[in-house]
């Protein structure tokens, strides 16, 4: 509290000496020095003239012929009318507005403005009292294959629309709606039961967004949305909250809480299920099949070498190896010098492995 009371005073008393150290006698900001115009009252321009002292015709700090002083942004200042339309200048958004044609309060005529809502089903026009865009439902309008216009919105044709349920979720984490929806030409309402702060974002839409507004009390946002009918709709908006209710074409569609079940789609899951099986069973069979191969391809390979082998060799080969290992000799160390001694390594093996077997 003492600190809000502290500062303006510090400020009153530096502005006191500034202004005392830089004179200023009729107190409107601008230094004797610099200042054209003395005893000036209300507010004054750059030279430090008032607008009544600006009515001059002479001096640099005259308002022209053509001109007249207005007090604005706490100055007095000279504006014009250049393009005649009644609106100055200064508030004038559109220069070189046609002579004689009416504009609206920012300057603008008919001929100035672009009336486009890139709405197929309205006749865009500009008019009126106000010279604003106007814009007409038509329903007798065209917009595109197999649609027509209802109420301003281009939909589907009846025989056109498939059976695909339309609902929407809402992401807490990442504060994102998606509206889910059978094909693309609907008008999207979402509520809200706040104002809606935030500006509006709309990250992604498998549908063109024709248009996209907030009504007065930012409580509904209303989208116009038109794609391929072969994609289905999705569109996603980034919002703080979460809607309270969202409609299609004026008619409300369910929120998903869980991941949706397709209507009349059991038949598909069983079919899922049969061919998993299908497959698990196919895969263990071809295990099987391997491992039978396998064994039998060990077997053969055994039955081979061991008619490849010369027993009185073995024999001798294994009366070897058992006089070497009680003599503290290891198998590779018996094995390795075996092989020097030109014996072959499958013989080598074999009298090792009758060994094994014995013991």
Same mark, same amino acid.
């Given at each position: 509290?003492?600190?809000?009371?502290?500062?303006?005073?510090?400020?009153?008393?530096?502005?006191?000496?500034?202004?005392?150290?830089?004179?200023?006698?009729?107190?409107?900001?601008?230094?004797?020095?610099?200042?054209?115009?003395?005893?000036?009252?209300?507010?004054?321009?750059?030279?430090?003239?008032?607008?009544?002292?600006?009515?001059?015709?002479?001096?640099?700090?005259?308002?022209?012929?053509?001109?007249?002083?207005?007090?604005?942004?706490?100055?007095?200042?000279?504006?014009?009318?250049?393009?005649?339309?009644?609106?100055?200048?200064?508030?004038?958004?559109?220069?070189?507005?046609?002579?004689?044609?009416?504009?609206?309060?920012?300057?603008?005529?008919?001929?100035?403005?672009?009336?486009?809502?890139?709405?197929?089903?309205?006749?865009?026009?500009?008019?009126?009292?106000?010279?604003?865009?106007?814009?007409?439902?038509?329903?007798?309008?065209?917009?595109? !294959?197999?649609?027509?216009?209802?109420?301003?919105?281009?939909?589907?044709?009846?025989?056109?629309?498939?059976?695909?349920?339309?609902?929407?979720?809402?992401?807490?984490?990442?504060?994102?709606?998606?509206?889910?929806?059978?094909?693309?030409?609907?008008?999207?309402?979402?509520?809200?039961?706040?104002?809606?702060?935030?500006?509006?974002?709309?990250?992604?839409?498998?549908?063109?967004?024709?248009?996209?507004?907030?009504? !007065?009390?930012?409580?509904?946002?209303?989208?116009?949305?038109?794609?391929?009918?072969?994609?289905?709709?999705?569109?996603?908006?980034?919002?703080?909250?979460?809607?309270?209710?969202?409609?299609?074409?004026?008619?409300?569609?369910?929120?998903?809480?869980?991941?949706?079940?397709?209507?009349?789609?059991?038949?598909?899951?069983?079919?899922?299920?049969?061919?998993?099986?299908?497959?698990?069973?196919?895969?263990?069979?071809?295990?099987?099949?391997?491992?039978?191969?396998?064994?039998?391809?060990?077997?053969?390979?055994?039955?081979?070498? !061991?008619?490849?082998?010369?027993? !009185?060799?073995?024999?001798?080969?294994?009366?070897?190896?058992?006089?070497?290992?009680?003599?503290?000799?290891?198998?590779?160390?018996?094995?390795?010098?075996?092989?020097?001694?030109?014996?072959?390594?499958?013989?080598?093996?074999?009298?090792?492995?009758?060994?094994?077997?014995?013991?």
């Amino acid at each position: 509290m003492k600190k809000t009371i502290i500062y303006p005073l510090i400020i009153l008393v530096l502005a006191t000496v500034v202004f005392s150290i830089v004179p200023d006698d009729d107190t409107d900001g601008i230094p004797n020095t610099e200042d054209r115009c003395a005893d000036s009252e209300g507010f004054v321009g750059t030279y430090g003239c008032s607008c009544s002292q600006k009515a001059c015709s002479d001096d640099e700090w005259c308002c022209k012929a053509d001109e007249i002083c207005i007090e604005h942004d706490f100055q007095a200042r000279c504006v014009g009318d250049d393009d005649g339309d009644d609106i100055y200048d200064l508030f004038d958004k559109c220069s070189r507005t046609p002579i004689g044609e009416l504009v609206d309060t920012h300057g603008c005529g008919c001929s100035q403005k672009t009336c486009n809502d890139f709405n197929l089903c309205t006749d865009d026009s500009c008019g009126g009292e106000n010279i604003e865009c106007i814009f007409t439902n038509n329903d007798e309008n065209e917009c595109g !294959e197999n649609k027509h216009c209802q109420n301003g919105v281009c939909v589907w044709n009846e025989e056109e629309r498939n059976s695909e349920i339309s609902y929407w979720d809402y992401d807490s984490e990442k504060h994102e709606v998606r509206i889910f929806y059978d094909h693309s030409g609907h008008t999207i309402e979402v509520f809200f039961e706040e104002p809606f702060q935030e500006d509006v974002v709309i990250l992604d839409s498998t549908s063109d967004v024709l248009s996209y507004n907030l009504n !007065e009390d930012k409580t509904m946002l209303t989208l116009v949305v038109e794609g391929d009918p072969k994609v289905r709709g999705i569109t996603t908006i980034k919002t703080m909250q979460k809607p309270e209710s969202i409609n299609i074409d004026k008619v409300e569609i369910f929120e998903l809480k869980e991941s949706p079940s397709p209507r009349n789609h059991i038949w598909l899951y069983l079919i899922a299920i049969m061919i998993m099986l299908v497959i698990l069973l196919v895969v263990v069979l071809s295990m099987r099949r391997h491992e039978e191969e396998l064994v039998s391809s060990i077997k053969k390979e055994e039955i081979k070498i !061991e008619k490849e082998v010369d027993l !009185e060799a073995v024999l001798q080969l294994k009366m070897y190896i058992t006089t070497n290992l009680r003599r503290g000799y290891t198998e590779k160390q018996i094995r390795d010098e075996l092989l020097r001694d030109g014996w072959k390594k499958h013989m080598v093996d074999f009298a090792f492995n009758s060994l094994r077997r014995r013991q």
